[in-house]
């Protein structure tokens, strides 16, 4: 089997030699390439190795601040390991490390994030990317096959990170089970698919399954039923999974035998290795070690570099000299003790968690309860890859505020042995020993050597308990170790203590709150004081970093009471105490397994012939190059010769005068060439909307914190980077910067026009109803979070002011625009290219064109091809996100349950452009009523004008936000009159043909299909009532459940958005090359395209094939958005293609039996053209505001969603346990295509609804920048049972063969999740007697729900009068 497997082998002769030899083994390159990424140094192939050949390059620097990461993909040119964020929180680097270890003579293959690991520390490893396991080219590895064919992979840009997640799980578990898989997923972030597919991709590796048709196939045992005409038929499946290649763990990679013997013969020496700005120092011996630290005391020990690489890259933090004790043995040491165990502060945190759950099986439950309870944190903390690498003394020494294992330490009575040249010490891990943020009290010069993990004693209990943004993968809001002990047969406590992280500048120790526990029995009285006590010694100021203060506070108290719950249970187990508790006061963990989920779509008809692909679930037509790391994305293009890099500074003011740009240090830094202002744009300075004028560059006067002031081009992207930061710009503040919807408001700040609309009257019908009620909700924006980040190489030509643009763009003529007049020339001189994007969801429209354009500026003024891709927190900060919206409406109903008239108003903050915002608002009118036939309804909606960054398009348009709105009116109306919901929604649905609010007439008739069928699929009625009996059976736990119907409207209200071209060309030797003006995202309209072309010209789908959109072949295309890109250009393929297929007709009749290739031959020689163009029109499609009337629609996209939660009230943490989802897309052109697109969309509406929050300090700064802080959905997020239905037997006229558009839709049905969530906050609150509609806010966080079930525990925390203090984040 061949290769691509990187070895690295670093070493040095001696102490101050820093020579580095490299080896690597691949095969893609060739060997001139390779001669040329070693400079020229020596490189051999050996083709004996299993076949595998590699090479051994030898590398003469390497610079300790070379991550593997860019290592592999600037210098090795193996781009299929992506970059999606730099700092361990997406997984998209994920690659297998492995070692050889002498001792034991045994290999470990661990995963692990190339953006942290530094070069340096790799010496002595094998490093696999996702090439080295396979290839399209030669043989692809059953991980790569199985995701890709189980259509796991939409953008792709994912898909490499996945593919070696589970790699190397296999590589260590050729039989995982489901925990397995889960787990080795939960740090990779995919934006596109919702993870059930790749779930089900890897479930195949599974020894047991957990349904009666398993396995991905789909159709398990949760099947209802087939809807096809034909019921004697199979039901389809979405993908065989006994097409699949064996997994053969005999035919993976062995370990390089080079570094075995290598290992096992050299004897260790010093490594020391210099960069440009940093030198690195690699000891192998403790006493080197001492040495060295006590020499350069400030000087950091990397280990993991979980902690040091992100401080570097993130916050410019600079060390000159790292030390690395890597090699030092000492530091992996374990020692077996009578009272515990000795633990090197070296090991991995994934050995320490090995260790314990190795000796947690060897002793006594009673002697283990520390390690046990360790286990559970170390399964929480960070992903597999992050505790595959960070140390236990890199956590310990970090000191992390809210660092998971630090108070489970200190509450367990650990200790560290420490070392420096003054001795070794022992030092208690207790309140002394963190002293203050990220401090503790050892010296800078002392090193842990190991840390001392004791057994517990007969009547001693450990736990701990968490709370996170995120179930997994995501650093705690607050966090918690807890010891008590009892003398045994008694419930007198002895000793206690309670830890938390998260309440203040570093781990906190409850110390008074234990001295009110201590030496009293455990009982109510008890602890009833002990609350108190907790309240009072744990405060924390309103304006606390990190906010949530209220939260935080109730968490604790969740924590003591959870805890007191475990102790009363361990004292009954042991016969200290009698009494049984209440059944209803347990509280069991939420379920967490994913359980294959039900995907039900139509057969083809019998009569479809088996080559017509239309209708069949055909996997991603890129989805095997993307499994195997070879499909290209923008930044995966090599370097052009004499390329600059450009990195861009930003404002870092909200409103201010720019008074001066001082770039002379930039200048001076080495490899800036460089720095581009708004006075070098040759041409227009300005993008101009709805006649606001947008500057490209800033010119004078910046109004938000992260817009573009300058550029900086450099030779490489860090030194751009270093030049970017090297930038002053001087300002003058300017008064009153507005932030928030109240203070636009106030200060009556829009973006005109504003619109209204109505129908009836609502002012008359309000006197009519028998109820008025008023409410407001407010939603938060949302971050685009596509993979990968905007990316664009700008190439001029040379000639004729002729520019090539590679661009990850969803328009690529807006771009070509954009550049035109910004450099001020005509746009026939300006060609975009777009192979694919790695996700976009509507962020990757005007703010592309923006960037674009600045990075075209830079290349005319340098005469070089510029690159620009943005790091994860720049393209945060500066793009833009979701508008958020406040809303209040006023509803007027019977008592039947009729909603006769409704009132709303909205405000979206669209922050300081205007962008889309004024069209976003449009949409939020257009779908106010949702399914809803409200007879009198008036709505009016403005784009506040704010000095934040411009929000813009993303996937839904407003409509998520516009129909979350009236989703929570109908629920008030519902909670006002004490029925149930869904009752409510069934009165006021559109039946039959019905009109909306703008006078447009459509069918409602599949909107209650979809209705009906979710009801009967999801077995609503039974599962209520069960829904119901749990939460009178449970007094902290609470289950809710909700169904929501949409109806979505398709298609552009400008007209001239609406069409679209493709050019088909069909080449002399029969293959087909298609190209249209939709741009490939990961949505799979290319795939789409060529099933058009497929059915059209009636060859296989395998002949056909597309490259790229671009403006040179489809000119003045329409963006890819508003669900219509497979309508408008599905409509245009199919016209080229009848055009060619009508052109062969004589040839065809001469010799009907062909082949193709023949009649393609003859055509040429009959001198028939063989290429054409195809256009279609579109619809005609309007809206006329001054009338309020139009039809803005080709059609509507039905749909209804059923989901249920479990709410730990006590937290706010809550599990999805079903999503049933039925929607009506017409006949789909390819269900898998379609099926990917319902289930991305709609985890990307759980987390618009239930998580995602987007954070801005008061000056205006995005706080949230990256994985890290902002959170999107990751495999712990998908419902565990997720079924989703196709509407059989639906036929839509106004689209390509009877489909429906169904990209945006289901991202409103996300929302399910949240109205369930808050039914179960409903049965909470009525147990403390709350009664009726009340405010939950979206996203409803675990923090939202906690505080609103208003449990007498977290009511007992005081709240802050707002206006009394500055919070630490604004409420925009
Ligand atoms: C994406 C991500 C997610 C994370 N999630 C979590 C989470 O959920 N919960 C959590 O608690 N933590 C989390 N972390 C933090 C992580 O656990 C710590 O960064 C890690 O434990 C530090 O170990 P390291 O070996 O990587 O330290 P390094 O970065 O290598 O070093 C950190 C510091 O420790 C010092 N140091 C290291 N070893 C020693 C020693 N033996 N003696 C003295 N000083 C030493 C170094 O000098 C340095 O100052 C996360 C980190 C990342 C990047
Ligand atoms: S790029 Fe490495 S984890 Fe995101
Ligand atoms: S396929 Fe996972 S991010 Fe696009």
Redesign the pocket.
Known sequence: MSCLTSLFSLSSPSFCSPLTFLHICCVLLPEEQRNKLTGGASCFMDEEAEGARHAQVTEQHADPETML?SFLREKMRLTGT?????????????VMVSRYQPATKTIIHFSA????LPICQLHGAAVTTVEGIGSTKTRIHPVQERIAKAHGSQCGFCTP?MVMAMYTLLRNKPQPNMEDIQEALA?NLCRCTGYRPIVDGCRTFCEETNCCKANGSGNGCLNGGSHTDEPERELPQLFDKDEFVQLDPTQELIFPPELLLMAERETPQTLSFHGERMSWISPVSLQELVQLKTRNPKAPLVMGNTNIGPDIKFKGVLHPLIISPFRVKELFGVTHTPKGVWVGAGCSLAEVRSLMEKLAAQFPQEKTELFRALIQQLGNLGSV?IRNVASLGGQIISAYPNSDLNPVLAAGKCKVSVISEGGRREVPLDQDFFVGFCKTVLKPEEIIVSVFIPFTRKGELVRVFRQAPRKETSFATVTSGMRVFFCEGSRVVQDVSVYYGGMGATTVSAAKTCAAIVSRPWDDETLSRAYDVLLDELVLPPSAPGGKVEFRRSLTLSFLFKFNLEVLQKLRETKVITDEPPARMKIQPLPREIQPGLQEFQHVSSDQSEQDPVGRPIMHRSALSQATGEAVYCDDMPPIDGELFLSLVTSARAHAKITGIDASEALKLPGVVDVITAKDIPGKKVRASFGYDEDVLAQSEVSCVGQMVCAVVADTREHAKRGAYAVKISYEDLPDPIFTIEEAVEKASYFEPRRKIWRGDVTEAFKTVDHVHEGRIKLGGQEHFYMETQSMLAIPVGEETEFNLYVSTQWPTLTQDAVAETLGIPANRVTCHVKRMGGAFGGKVTKTSILASITAVAAWKTNRAVRCVLE?GDDMLITGARHPVQATYKVGFMNDGRILAADFEYFTNAGNTIDESVLVAEKILLHLDNAYDIPNLRGRSAACRTHLPSNTAFRGFGVPQSLLVVENMVNDVAMKLGRPAHQIREINMYRGPSVTHYNFAFSAENLLRCWDECKAKAEFDARRRAADHFNQQNRWRKRGMSIIPIKYGIAFAESFLNQAAALVHIYKDGSVLVTHGGTEMGQGIHTKMQQVASRELNIPPSKIYISETSTNTVPNTCPSAASFGTDANGMAVQNACQILHQRLKPIREKNPKGPWEKWINDAFFEKISLSATGFYRGHDLYMDWEKMEGQPYAYYTFGACCSEVELDCLSGDYRTLRTDLVVDIGRSVNPSVDIGQIEGAFIQGLGLYTMEELKFSPSGLLYTRG?SQYKIPAVCDVPLHFNIYLLPDSHNPHAIYSSKGIGEPTLFLGSSVFFAIKDAVAAARSESGLVGPFTLNSPATPEKACLACALPLTQKVPVSKPGSFKPWALDI
């Open positions: 990461l992506k970059s999606g964020c730099g700092g361990g929180g997406c997984g998209a680097c994920t994030n190339a953006c942290l990170g740090g890859q994860r994985p």
